[in-house]
């Protein structure tokens, strides 16, 4: 038997594996067979504690199905034991959803219509959310989008980084720092207390979204394994990165790296279209720092990935986390130039 079939075989599940999605962190698959499936192995590595998800997950779960029956939230199944993440003979953690058909994912934003129906589909989720006991939540990684923080671990990295990897990212070191200010905004906005401890999802990239194929709204939103206590800016933050450029982060060409005003703007009106009621006045008032921060966060975790010669990402060729890195940080500025 593979090591497929034997974790399949622990749900009772027979089918063919096909790789799926594009993913940085885990190995996800297509199980074929009488019904379809997603398979994935946990990147133990990065999830220390995977029954961490499984236990937000469950909470999320239940009580949506107590309040928001009809809202379409992607369980993972229990295996014969009634164990949501049985572990293979490597020590890797699995677990499997039934596929939900008939949808699929987008990995660039090409019309407002799509913007908006994404941000309303991360929207939703926070808004059927509001109400849950969030201290019941626990973080699944510690400090994720604490951007105090992240400065200082690409700080670190930078310090211990080989003289020659550190040279071939000088342009992008620079622009890390001269976005510091960022940092201090930051610190002031959390410790002011304007924002609300809520359960957000925290990766809201465009492609944890999956559309209806025939009425191209948002059905569902997946990759629930950062779904802990957070802020709003940070999924209202990473739909402003991933969605305002024709580009993803992988892109080579910055000069196609733009910030698109309308599609700006259809997110906003997406996300709002669900979230105006929940926000508070004071939150509101957060809005135009959202995509800087997420931004600036996710260049300097790609550019210390580099630093530290590329532990976290899964890369395909040597500089992909600088390639990221200076795509996100021309998006940044772009950002910067055009929301105030
Ligand atoms: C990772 O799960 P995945 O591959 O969509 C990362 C996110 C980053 C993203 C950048 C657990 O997301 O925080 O925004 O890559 N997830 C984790 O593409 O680090
Ligand atoms: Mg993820």
Known sequence: MTNHEKILAHFGIKGVCSPLGSGHIH??????????????RVNKNVFTQPEIIASNNRLAFQFLKERHPDYLFPQTLSDKNGNDLPYDDEGYPWRIFPMIENTSTIDEVTSE???????????SLTKNLNGVDASLFKPTLDRFHDLAWRYEQFEDALQKAKPEVAIQAEQEIEQAKSFEYLVEEYNQLINSGRLVLRVMHNDTKVNNILFDAQSRKAACAIDLDTLMPGY??????????????????????????????????????GYLSEMERVLTAEEKKSIPFAGKMMTYIMALRMLADFLRGNTYYHITYPEQNL???????RLLELICSNVS
Do not use: C, H, W
Not at 30 to 40: A, D, E, Y
Not at 115 to 121: D, I, L, P
């Open 27 to 40: 190995k996800t698959f297509k199980v074929t067979g009488k019904k379809n499936f997603v398979l994935q």
């Open 113 to 123: 219509q799509e913007a908006f129906e994404a941000a309303k589909g991360f929207g």
């Open 232 to 269: 709003f800016i940070y999924d209202l933050g990473d739909m402003v990165r991933t969605f305002v450029s024709p580009v993803t982060e992988e892109e080579k060409d910055i000069s196609k790296v733009l910030f698109r005003k309308n599609i700006y703007s259809a997110l906003l009106q």
């Open 323 to 329: 390639v990221r890195a200076k795509n996100q940080f």
